[in-house]
Nanobody, 121 residues
């Protein structure tokens, strides 16, 4: 069973930065596109960013383009989400996900449990 474990969330002030990590196990990590999503209170799941297995291609939601950056270290089986200039509206539970085939914005195959990010004003 694929396992994805997020870390790095917390409580920060507006304008701060955070880097989330997602450690993956029980998969051939470098072959899986990886994505980051979030769910804010009372809102639907929102796609944020995704990266191809080789790390050569990335896609972003318009809402975070220029502030968030996705990257991966295949030697460590880890994907990251660098979040800068955080805003109170970025408060959410953040999830990483793995897809068996495609670099895309939805319908991922495996999900982590999530990590809470709270941004105070």
């Amino acid at each position: 069973q694929v396992q994805l474990v997020e870390s790095g969330g917390g409580l920060v002030q507006a304008g701060a930065s955070l880097r989330l990590s997602c450690a993956a196990s029980r998969l051939t990590f470098s072959t899986y596109p990886m994505g980051w999503f979030r769910r804010a209170p009372g809102k639907e799941l929102e796609f944020l960013a995704a990266i191809r297995g080789t790390g050569g291609n990335t896609i972003y939601a318009d809402s975070v383009k220029g502030r968030f950056a996705i990257s991966r270290d295949n030697a460590k089986n880890t994907v990251y989400l660098q979040m800068n200039s955080l805003k109170p509206e970025d408060t959410a539970v953040y999830y990483c996900a793995a897809d068996r085939l495609y670099l895309r914005r939805e319908n991922y195959d495996y999900w982590g449990q999530g990590t809470q990010v709270t941004v105070s004003s």
